[in-house]
């Protein structure tokens, strides 16, 4: 390529009348110059052969510059099943998160488990000192077994008579009771005092008929009858309250024996767990939270533990209210956390809040973790996919393929040896590949996957076939700084400058 030197330019420099600002110069490019940037291949010389002068200038003006093609690499545009997905993030909780408590204030006597322990439900986790709590059973129990021997009957039976009819009316005024009422000492002889009043009745009765008794001793007669009567009645209704009071010490003694059973504080047994976390493994609570001590003195109702149950898991999402239409029950779920990268665990919805938050314009979506390796926490921070649909093909190209500038997304296609610009909207992406769809995205053809930085519409190409560069011969690998050392022993010295 000749050097240009541009002091051999011969410019003609004319002052232009026609501008109306002062020292606006018009440059024309003699046919010398334009010779010499055809001969640095800067133009297409064509045209600049018929001479110099007015033509030459002229035939410049109409040739056209020949557009050099950008060398690209190209690949195929594909068709492959893709999953379609809404991403939300959320919380795991434990399936149940539970705050123990004391029933009965006490005397803390022993602490049985700690925090990071595992439990099973019904499991003993504090014992309270129990004096108190049974004497209360031995007072209630006497009480019992002092109206039962009023009664005359034994402990036994009376479980029996309230196994049958319970604490009811029926245990009072049953027919079985009343049996039992009336052998009872004192209605026996209720009932024996009566007989001799009725029989003393009836001879007054007699002798005043055949004029033997008088009137004042027959009305004292059946006044007797009638408060021996009376007198029966009354033993009855004692007796029948004497079932009473045996019912309420009955009561009090169970009230008693719960006391004494409070005093030792248990892991609750779960009612609501879901039908498949039985592949989770046994149900355990794990211990998150311990501010009792031994000799504490606890108050009714204070905390004594955190309980959570962490296999399974609930993690709850809030997910776009423009996704409601997609969100279903029994979906799949894949999430992943930070503690455990590269790994994905899986779940199912279980529940959807059928609201909208009006705030966020979220609603609440719950899925079932089965968490069976327990590698997930309660608490932690999940990335999660619900995955709505599957779609057997989607158009999907090269992650290279696809040029965002300025708002615009398109990709390159090939059409014969130029290329065409298609505007596309993206979806899915995967490793190596995403999803592109567009009114004029063909299904089948090729995309340029390098040098779009040169190109435009209509751009002509050449294809370029990345190879890779060739090795270096084996003495150059086996010694290669007495390789760069020959090299640089046989290069020819440069001239000295004068």
Not at 279 to 284: C, L, Q, R
């Amino acid at each position: 390529m000749p050097s240009m030197n541009i002091s051999s330019f011969d410019f003609k420099w004319n002052r232009s009348a026609h501008f109306p600002f002062r020292g606006d110069l018009l440059m024309t490019v003699t046919g010398r110059a334009l010779r010499l940037f055809a001969a640095a291949g800067l133009i297409a010389p064509a045209g600049l052969m018929a001479g110099c002068g007015p033509k030459a200038e002229k035939s410049a003006e109409a040739a056209a510059p020949v557009i050099k093609p950008v060398s690209v690499t190209l690949a195929e545009i594909e068709r492959r099943p893709v999953e379609r997905t809404v991403d939300v993030v959320g919380t795991l909780k434990g399936w149940e998160e539970v705050t123990l408590g004391s029933k009965r204030p006490g005397r803390v006597l022993k602490v049985l488990k700690d925090i990071g322990d595992t439990v099973k439900p019904g499991e003993i986790l504090v014992e309270l000192e129990t004096t108190d709590a049974k004497l209360a059973v031995l007072q209630a129990e006497s009480r019992l077994l002092a109206e039962l021997a009023r009664l005359g009957i034994t402990r036994k039976q009376a479980e029996e008579y309230v196994a049958k009819f319970g604490i009811t009316e029926r245990l009072i005024g049953g027919e079985e009771v009343q049996q039992i009422i009336n052998k009872t000492p004192a209605v026996t002889q209720a009932e024996v005092m009566l007989t001799k009043a009725e029989q003393n009745l009836q001879r007054q009765r007699q002798l005043t008929v055949r004029g033997a008794g008088t009137n004042q001793e027959l009305q004292n007669v059946e006044n007797d009858f009638r408060a021996a009567q009376a007198n029966l009645d009354n033993t009855v209704v004692t007796a029948r309250n004497v079932v009473a009071n045996a019912m309420a010490a009955r009561v009090a003694l169970d009230i008693a024996e719960q006391t004494l059973a409070d005093m030792t504080v248990k892991a609750p047994v779960p009612t609501n767990m879901p039908k498949d976390a039985e592949p989770s493994g046994p149900i355990v609570y794990a211990i998150t939270r311990r501010p009792v001590h031994e000799g504490q003195m606890v108050k009714e109702g204070e905390a004594l533990f955190d309980l959570v149950i962490q296999r399974p898991l609930r993690l709850w999402a809030n997910v776009p209210e423009r996704f409601t239409p997609e969100i279903e029950l029994g979906q799949t779920v894949r999430l992943s956390v930070a503690s455990r990268p590269g790994e994905t665990f899986t779940g199912q919805v279980a529940r959807i809040n059928p609201s909208v938050d009006p705030v966020s314009r979220t609603f609440q979506v719950e899925a079932l973790v089965p968490n069976a390796t327990g590698l997930l926490r309660p608490g932690g921070f999940a990335k999660a996919a619900i995955l709505t649909r599957r779609d057997s093909e989607a158009v999907v190209v090269p992650t290279e393929a696809v040029i965002k500038y300025a708002g615009v997304t398109k990709i390159f296609v090939a059409e014969g040896e130029k290329v065409r610009a298609i505007p596309v909207e993206t979806g899915l992406e995967g490793k190596d590949w995403i999803e592109v769809k567009g009114e004029q995205m063909p299904t089948r053809g090729r995309v340029v996957t390098s040098g779009q930085s040169m190109l435009a519409n209509g751009t002509p190409i050449s294809i370029r076939t990345d190879e890779p560069p060739p090795e270096p011969p084996a003495e150059l690998i086996k010694n290669p700084e007495g390789e760069a050392a020959k090299a640089t022993t046989s290069a020819p010295a440069p001239a000295a400058s004068r």
